[in-house]
């Protein structure tokens, strides 16, 4: 009996360990997590102590782990941006970017970067958060050959804003806020594809141009919520480090006229959208005159793009239109901002449109259909 009670006891430490990442990690991720070996492991136990220490995150993946083609957390977070870019650069380049890792977490900043450890080495992020900000986003700004109602460009606007304040319900998979037309996603998704590998670009146009030096390392938040905060020893990168980075993700991409144009109009599609985050984060909460900003404006890093590269008849006209609705867009946030203060700050789920319309389908009951 003495000898059952001391196995039994022996194995508790390792159970509660295991017990943290039971549900949304199979067996052998759990291994490599408690057991890290590479910078890959590393990479899946950040991720998997993220969502452990953060119930809502947490839910949302034990809600998943009950589907069929659910095989573990490994599997549902996507490299194919990163890959697609690498692909693009010089053989001299590519193999130096296989020196390091590179994956989605759930972070705070839209923006990516690039964390030091001694045993993990360095590792780029980008947020997971981009792949449905970016949908919404580009909802409300793009032009369609099917007219998008106005009303669900803005409640587009609303879910992108509270996705980058960490006030939106990451559950999409499991109600996704509304039906988008087949074609129209099509379009979103033609360019998402080019910003998410202009974006990741640019994590790796820091690395390529030297921009990682240990000697500047600093503790940054990298997700906070109500839940808790998480840290991480990241790079410090400059504001001029920032426009070189965003011009080399361009520059480094060996592509031929027609995907240039493409990536130049991603670039400045996005730049367009962050604008508009900076713009409404700055009225929900305005950022004293002393503090340091560790990016350059959306704005700047727009125009430092539109005077760096020649832009195509064609990619002008389209970008002409989507600056008019972000002068637009602005003006409607100042009011409804103020008008609608808590709709923004309250963590939850906001919908393109009401139930049982063609824009949102039939109402989704939390806890009952999903």
Request: with cysteine; glycine share 4%; hydrophobic share 35%.
């Amino acid at each position: 009996m003495d000898e059952i009670i001391d196995s039994v006891q022996s194995n508790v430490p390792n159970f509660l360990e295991r017990a943290w990442y039971i549900g949304m990690c199979n067996a052998k991720e759990i291994d490599r997590i408690l057991k890290p070996k590479t910078v890959w492991d590393f990479l899946l136990k950040k991720r998997a102590d993220i969502i452990a220490d953060h119930p809502r995150y947490m839910r949302v993946f034990l809600h998943l782990s009950k589907m069929k083609d659910y095989s573990g957390l490994e599997s549902y977070f996507s490299d194919r941006h990163y890959k697609e870019y690498i692909s693009l650069l010089s053989k001299q380049n590519q193999l130096k970017c296989q020196q390091i890792a590179y994956g989605d977490i759930f972070s705070n900043d839209l923006n990516g970067y690039a964390s030091y450890d001694e045993k993990a080495g360095t590792i780029i992020y980008l947020n997971e958060s981009l792949k449905y900000y970016n949908i919404f986003m580009n909802l409300a700004l793009l032009e369609f050959k099917n007219e998008v109602p106005n009303y669900v460009r803005v409640n587009a606007l609303r879910i992108a804003i509270r996705i980058s304040m960490e006030k939106e319900a990451m559950d999409f998979l499991l109600d996704p806020r509304g039906t988008i037309p087949q074609d129209i996603i099509i379009r979103i998704n033609d360019t998402i594809k080019m910003e998410l590998q202009y974006i990741a670009g640019h994590e790796f146009a820091h690395y390529l141009c030297g921009h990682f030096d240990r000697n500047k390392l600093t503790i940054k938040t990298i997700l906070s919520s109500d839940d808790g905060e998480s840290y991480e020893k990241v790079y410090n990168i400059s504001q001029r480090q920032e426009f070189e980075a965003d011009l080399y993700s361009i520059k480094n991409a060996i592509i031929n006229k027609k995907d240039l144009q493409k990536m130049l109009r991603a670039a400045l599609i996005w730049f367009s959208g962050l604008e508009m985050i900076e713009y409404a984060q700055d009225i929900i909460s305005p950022k004293s005159s002393f503090a340091v900003n560790t990016h350059p404006s959306a704005a700047e890093r727009y125009n430092s793009i539109m005077n760096a590269f020649d832009i195509s008849s064609s990619v002008k006209n389209e970008i002409d239109t989507i600056r008019k609705r972000v002068k637009e867009y602005k003006d409607f946030l100042m009011e409804d901002i103020s008008l609608n203060y808590d709709e923004y700050g309250l963590y939850g789920s906001v919908y393109l449109d009401e139930p049982n319309t063609e824009w949102r389908g039939r109402e989704l009951i939390d806890r009952v259909d999903y």
